[in-house]
């Protein structure tokens, strides 16, 4: 329970903890500092749940599912022939209302008070050294003060970009009627993610893609996506760069590339990457550059201080919910034990610290076909120097892949550390490979030795079967 100290001599209300930014990262601090046994502030300035649920993973999922079960049944005859007719958009929008509890978060709120946990509402600012005001009122932090503000689009610095009315992602997951045309400007997850809904909805859709689609990613699982995009009516015009926008008094925005092409549409999307939401925090009293990302340890502790963490996006280390949230469970515990004076279990892989953030961060792109990814790309092994083997297999050719949908394609590839003898990295392209992901990064985080993985027999006839044709490529140990 907090301690309110407030006796009208301007005193501030103490808890043990503060979090700023009640998105998903910031409740699951708090909720392992309170299970710690520690008072805990949270303070939010739009919607408990913050971005992931009203503006990004939720209602983004929900704008894609009810494509990829159309695109399921029809991949299989007997389904095939009942799917007929076209996607109801309206009802689709609805799901996706009903998904973001029409923008309201009183559930959420619930859930807060539910676990114990204080919540004011409004704009948080770092005033002093385990010090937060907002709207006026001072609170401090016995323990720790803790960032969990998250990120925001980045708007890139286009001519007549900011006067056209753009769209970032915020207003792509919420829309009320899908535009007869956008242009999105961008190639990785949202741009695709958004690509593939609207394109699913009706919209005719451009990419203007400055290298290549999903480039963090493995190049074929890339270049599978755009290729379905494209036969699905998608242009996409990789090796571009926007010059200039303008919109007119039409309403129609006009994009004009730097080799003088143009492109017209109803609306606009700009997807190219975040900003950390830490402009106005007050961070400059912790010595931390207003506008930057927050450099924190494993422990998400701020580096050079001791009371200040910050966990999730602002932290730049895996810009993903389910990443930060295995963050604030690192955090909250260390929080908790730090100040019950025990010893932090923070060697690598130990409960304090968030060690998958360097080796195993699992990535699932909701594109059609999906992209799922775990640890090393190629690309990344070589930069680190690791001395990897790599394996494809065609997912095809697993009998269950080929039972799952008819004429199946898709590709997984495996990389192994030859000098450990473990995988590494996997990445897989294909429809519906989201649910094998979890299966490669215990892999990965387990650093399971390949000989061993022989005996991790997978069920017949399932999809999990594209192990064996890998180990089977990797080749059996003498
Ligand atoms: C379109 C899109 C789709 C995505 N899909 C997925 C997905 O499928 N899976 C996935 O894992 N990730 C996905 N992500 C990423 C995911 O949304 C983020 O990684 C996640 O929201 C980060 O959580 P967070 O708590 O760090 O920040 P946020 O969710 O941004 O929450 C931060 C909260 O802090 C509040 N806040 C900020 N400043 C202050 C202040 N000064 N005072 C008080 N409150 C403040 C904000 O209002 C906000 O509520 C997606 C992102 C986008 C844009």
């Not at 739009?46 to 079960?69: D, F, Q, T």
């Not at 996607?87 to 008070?113: F, I, M, P």
């Not at 016995?142 to 890139?156: E, K, N, Q, Y």
């Not at 074929?220 to 996506?225: D, I, L, Q, R, W």
Request: proline content about 4%.
């Amino acid at each position: 329970m907090a301690t309110d100290d407030q006796n009208g001599s301007g005193a501030a209300t103490t808890f043990d903890v503060i979090v700023i930014g009640a998105g998903p990262v910031g409740e699951n601090v708090a909720d392992r500092t309170v299970q710690g046994g520690l008072s805990t502030l949270i303070v939010e300035k739009e919607l408990v749940g913050g971005e992931c649920s009203y503006w990004a993973c939720i209602p983004s999922k929900a704008l894609l599912r009810s494509g990829a079960a159309l695109r399921a049944a029809r991949a299989v005859p007997g389904a095939r022939e009942a799917a007929v007719g076209d996607l109801d958009v309206g009802a689709v929008l609805a799901r996706r209302d009903s998904y973001v509890s029409n923008w309201s978060d009183e559930g959420q709120v619930k859930w807060l008070s539910g676990a114990g946990i204080d919540l004011v509402r409004g704009h948080a600012r770092i005033t002093g050294e385990r010090e937060v005001t907002v709207n006026g009122t001072r609170y401090s932090a016995r323990v720790a003060v803790v960032v969990a503000t998250g990120s925001a689009a980045l708007l890139p610095d286009i001519p007549g970009l900011a006067g056209a009315s753009p769209w970032t992602s915020r207003e792509a997951t919420a829309v009320a009627s899908i535009p007869e045309s956008i242009t999105i400007i961008g190639g990785g997850v949202v741009a695709v993610e958004i690509a593939t809904a609207y394109t699913d909805l009706g919209a005719q859709v451009t990419l203007v893609v400055r290298s290549r689609v999903l480039g963090g990613f493995e190049e074929f699982a890339g270049e599978a996506v755009a290729e379905a995009l494209r036969s699905r009516g998608a242009t996409i015009i990789t090796g571009a760069s926007p010059s200039g926008v303008a919109r007119d008094e039409a309403g129609r925005v006009t994009v004009t590339l730097e080799d003088g092409r143009t492109l017209e549409s109803e609306e606009l999307l700009v997807a190219t990457g975040r900003v950390p939401r830490t402009e106005d925090l007050g961070l400059e009293v912790a010595g931390l550059e207003p506008g930057g990302w927050i450099d924190v340890d494993d422990t998400m502790l701020v580096r050079g201080s001791d009371w200040l963490y910050a966990a999730g996006d602002v932290n730049h280390r895996a810009l993903l919910t389910h990443q930060g949230k295995y963050q604030a469970r690192a955090a909250g515990d260390a929080i908790a034990a730090r100040a019950a004076g025990r010893q932090l279990d923070d060697a690598p892989w130990g409960t304090h610290v968030a060690t998958a953030d360097h080796a195993a961060v699992p990535q699932l792109v909701y594109s059609d076909p999906e992209v799922a990814a775990v640890g090393l790309t190629s690309t990344a092994a070589e930069k680190q120097g690791v001395r990897v083997r790599s394996v494809d297999v065609p997912i095809g050719n697993v009998s269950g892949a080929s039972l799952h949908a008819e004429g199946y394609e898709g590709t997984a590839r495996m990389l192994v550390d030859e000098d450990r003898g473990v995988v590494v990295g996997f990445t897989m392209v294909g429809p519906d490979v989201g649910e094998l992901l979890h299966a490669a990064t215990i892999a990965v985080v387990g650093e399971v030795q390949v000989s061993r993985l022989w005996h991790a027999v997978p069920s017949f006839p399932t999809m999990s079967e594209l192990w064996l044709r890998l180990l089977e490529g990797y080749g059996r140990p003498e």
